[in-house]
């Protein structure tokens, strides 16, 4: 019931809008200070996640440190621009509200990094939030670029298909 009130009500994808613009604006700013202030480097914050993995109550699991061990430090410069511009490119996709679904995605992915990594911070206030606009579907861009582009890629779509069935018989 409450999925369908998130998924269908033009009034929700109002709500969602707004939600969806603050949540952009948060990921734009953010991947924007790392891109003009100055060469990001992710090497400090990957080492101090390393240092939150020991101790009695260790913030950092230990899978996750097999991950910054072997895959994310030895690559930190693809790491280093990685994480600038997907904050910004997440920021500007939820902001005009283009691949909606695909951009909260990607910033899941970015803040449950971080979480993993022993920061809390604004994270799962940004994850919570984010839920909405995964669960909601196509109501969060309704009022964006997806409420344009997408159903013309559904008409264009079912129209192929018609000419595909029309074709084979």
């Known amino acids: 019931m409450f999925i369908d009130l998130l998924r269908l ?3 929700v994808s109002i709500l969602l809008a707004v939600l969806r613009v603050y949540l952009g604006y948060t990921w734009v700013m953010a991947g924007w200070g790392k891109l003009t202030g100055g060469q990001f480097d992710a090497s400090g ?5 390393l240092a939150n993995s020991t101790g009695e109550h260790p913030a950092v699991q230990g899978w996750w440190v097999v991950f910054l061990e072997n895959v994310a430090i030895p690559n930190v ?3 280093n621009a990685l994480v600038p511009w997907g904050e910004f490119l997440v920021g500007i996709g939820l902001l ?7 951009a909260v995605f990607f910033g899941l992915v970015m803040n449950f990094s971080y979480l ?4 809390t911070s604004t994270n799962p206030q940004l994850v919570l939030l984010s839920m ?7 109501n969060a861009g309704r009022y964006g670029v997806d409420g344009i582009i997408i159903p013309t ?3 264009k779509l079912f129209a192929n298909r018609t000419r595909e069935v029309k074709n084979a018989a």
Request: hydrophobic share 45%; proline share 0%.
């Open 96 to 102: 005009v509200g283009c691949f909606t679904k695909t």
């Open 45 to 49: 914050f990957l080492q101090g996640a």
């Open 153 to 155: 890629l559904k008409e």
């Open 132 to 138: 909405f606009i995964l669960v909601s579907a196509m």
């Open 116 to 119: 993993f990594s022993g920061t």
């Open 9 to 11: 009500n033009k009034n």
């Open 77 to 79: 410069e693809i790491f």
